[in-house]
């Protein structure tokens, strides 16, 4: 009693592990308005591959704009 067993550490992080993401995107400064929406809607179907390609998108998109001004 009162500790967690193996399967109930397996059911947590295959309910939290896709979610990480999602949050990460939802908080993230690299973008605003309708393109964190469609970001999010990409990570909702393709978890960590979507939040990955979010990364590296918004980092190309700073350094243009960066590069622009």
Known sequence: MGSIGIWQLL???I??????PLLLTAFSKRTSG???VGWIILIVF???I???I???VSSFMNTQSQQQT
């Open 11 to 13: 059911i947590l992080l």
């Open 15 to 20: 309910v939290v592990f896709p979610v990480i």
């Open 34 to 36: 309708a393109q964190k």
């Open 46 to 48: 393709t978890s960590w």
């Open 50 to 52: 979507g939040y990955a």
């Open 54 to 56: 979010f990364l590296i």
